[in-house]
């Protein structure tokens, strides 16, 4: 594009000014060059924080670029990860990845240089790019550090300005505020110009500042151009006293005169006449590299010894709610120190708290904050935590877009969403969450599972400790007989078949409360002559194909039972399984198809048509026809 300044220059952390100077005109040319060689990608965005970006990594951040696993670096978050020209920039400036690989990889299939950032790359702690979500983690790293590593790293977050009217950006903040995480700094690149025009409050710095202070952070204005200003109130964001929101104002790509404030350049790539001429204003390509500070001598942690879990034990015939075995068996296996439990103020009710009574060092309160509840954990399990997050089934739907995004960043955690279906009652619609199965089974590499009773509910809560990806647990409010004896065992992908005969005429399957539904129909049936078998499909993703198989075979005829809408729950998954056997037996799918009301139990069970006398109702018509 143009002759370059074949000059090699090492900066470190006593470097001028003037060098840092170089050092951002540097990261925009890389961040020009590398996008419009991949012909896509956000420059612009790039440009406008390159200033703020290279005083950090030249002056304040404490990383050792060479051991990405020092648990004493620093950690570094692009929430604008759209900015990811910026961010591979200032690894090509740390030597810690070539400049080939940046202009020839960059946005391309199979290579890591990913359009937004993800943890495929070792100096990314969670993916982003669904805008808001960066800052949450960045709190739940931050947390990590202060209160289960002890480890004095500090969490730095580049925020754009477009991304904070995302309401997760406010319950990040306010948890900062609330815990009072000095380690946590958040930088909003505040460039006035969002994706279609202007952002909602421009260049209005003083707004910015005032609602981050409402929320408990300290905020620091400054003009995100003048390399003196912003090393100041980056020494001040470091100083270890409060929770810091430096509050940036930036020129949507600067440096580059034909672009610089305009609008219609957000997510377009230079073309080529025009990259040239942009590297040549700002001073052609060069070849920094930068040191920057060391994260201080800290000890790696010992492995951790394996540690020896007792489950409760629970008495077939009592009655017990799942939500209760749950909480039971999470206090328990927090026998693991590794194990962390997060609520969203829920859980007197879900019984998280019991963890928090046996372990409070290792419990969190999100209060009614479900997205940050989620991005919390994602920012523990980044740090080697296994969490737990905790919250009402129906509640958990608004935080969908982070256990997706945790999924894309390879995170491992287990959820527990309890008050499940028309089952809860009296409460109505608003707390049953009948749209949660649909919701887990579709992230990618989830595990989805669906206990009926007591044991089987702590078994697979202590599974789920050791699940790798998105697992889930789905637990009902009120208490059902327990089923099953303590010893026995419950694999996942697994089920249970609890009445089975060679004159079973067909099969009923269900899980949770409609297991126990089934059973009670199962009864009825035999009363009439009518044997059909029970099967318990505890494990919905995935799902126990040989037994379904086998049934669907022997049987010929299925009633899948659930307490959940018919669309993406129960009956969806048994039919694609059947279909991967190429099987199609006769079926009747009974599901919430109506919108619930306030009732009992029973009368909701009924007016949903999943009640033992519809599944009752139903067998017979099969067995009829």
């Known amino acids: 594009m143009t002759a370059e300044n074949t000059h090699a220059v090492v900066l470190g952390p006593d470097s001028g000014l003037d060098e840092v100077f170089e050092l951002a005109q540097q990261l ?33 951040l404490r990383y050792d670029w060479q051991d990405p696993e020092n648990p004493a670096n620093d950690h570094l978050i692009f929430s604008k990860g759209h900015a990811s020209p910026l961010l591979y920039a200032m690894f090509l400036a740390a030597g810690a990845i070539g400049e080939e690989e940046l202009m020839t990889t960059y946005r391309r299939a199979g290579a ?91 260049w209005d710095t003083a707004a910015y500042a005032r609602r981050a202070e409402a929320f408990g952070c300290r905020a620091v204005v400054v003009d995100g151009h ?47 006449d025009l990259a040239v001429r942009a590297v040549a204003e700002l001073g052609g390509v060069r070849h920094l590299t930068v040191r920057g500070q060391l994260p201080p001598e800290t000890p790696r942690a010992a492995p951790v010894e394996p540690v020896r879990v007792e489950l409760p034990r629970f008495r077939t015939g009592d009655t017990v709610a799942t939500r209760v075995a749950f909480g039971k068996a999470l206090a328990a296996i927090g026998a693991r120190p590794d194990i962390v439990a997060l609520d969203a103020e829920v859980g007197n009710s879900t019984h998280a708290e019991d963890f928090g009574k046996a372990h ?132 996942v992908g697994g089920s249970k078949t609890l009445r089975t005969s060679h004159a079973d005429r067909l099969t009923l399957v269900g899980a949770g409360v409609t297991l126990h539904e089934c059973l009670a129909a199962a009864d009825l049936l035999a009363a009439e002559g009518i044997a059909v078998r029970v099967v318990d499909l505890y494990s919905v993703k995935p799902l126990d194909l040989d037994v379904l198989a086998l049934a669907a075979r022997e049987t010929g005829a299925l009633v899948v039972v659930e307490d959940h809408h018919p669309e993406g729950g129960v009956g969806e998954a048994v039919l694609s399984a ?32 999943i009640s033992r006398t519809h599944i009752a109702r139903a067998a017979r018509d099969l067995v009829a026809g």
């Open 226 to 272: 003048d390399l003196a200003d912003i090393e100041q109130a980056l020494s001040v964001a470091a100083d270890g006293q409060a929770p810091t929101v430096v509050v940036a104002r930036t020129v949507k790509g600067r440096g580059v005169s034909e672009i610089a404030d305009a609008e219609g350049w957000h997510g377009k790539a230079l073309p080529d």
């Open 360 to 491: 409070p060092e290792r419990y969190f309160q999100t209060y009614i904050a479900e997205q940050q509840m989620i991005a919390t954990a994602v920012g523990m399990a980044a740090r080697g935590y296994r969490p737990y997050a905790t919250t009402f089934a129906a509640f958990l739907t608004r935080a969908h877009d982070f256990i997706r995004m945790a999924a894309v960043s390879g995170i491992s955690m287990s959820l527990c969403g309890t008050h499940c279906g028309v089952e809860i009652g009296a409460d109505g619609p608003s707390q049953m969450g009948v749209e949660d199965l649909a919701m887990m089974r579709a992230v990618h590499g989830s595990t989805v599972l669906y206990p009926c009773d007591a044991t089987s509910t702590a078994a697979l809560t202590a599974a789920m400790a050791y699940l790798d990806g998105i697992s889930y647990l789905r637990t009902t409010r009120g208490a059902y007989p327990v089923l099953y004896d303590p010893d026995e065992t419950f694999p």
């Open 28 to 60: 925009r040319v890389d961040s020009v060059r590398a996008s419009t060689a991949a012909g896509s990608g956000h420059p612009t965005s790039s440009l406008s924080a390159a200033d703020l970006m290279a005083v950090l990594m030249a002056r304040h």
């Open 112 to 202: 890591r240089l990913q359009g937004h950032p993800t943890p495929v790359l070792p100096w990314v702690d969670a993916a982003t790019g669904s805008l808001g979500q960066g800052i949450a983690y960045g709190v739940g790293i931050a947390l990590a550090g202060r209160d289960l590593e002890r480890i004095p790293y500090r969490v730095w977050v580049l925020c754009g300005d477009s991304e904070m009217t995302e309401g997760s950006v406010w319950e990040a903040l306010d948890k900062a505020g609330r815990h009072r995480l000095a380690n946590f700094v958040a930088i909003i690149d505040v460039n006035r110009l969002g994706q279609r025009g202007p952002t909602e409050l421009g």
């Open 578 to 609: 059947l279909a991967v056997q190429r099987l199609a037996p006769a079926l009747v799918h009974l599901a919430v198809r109506v919108m619930p009301g306030s009732g009992t139990t029973a009368e909701l069970l009924d007016a949903a048509g």
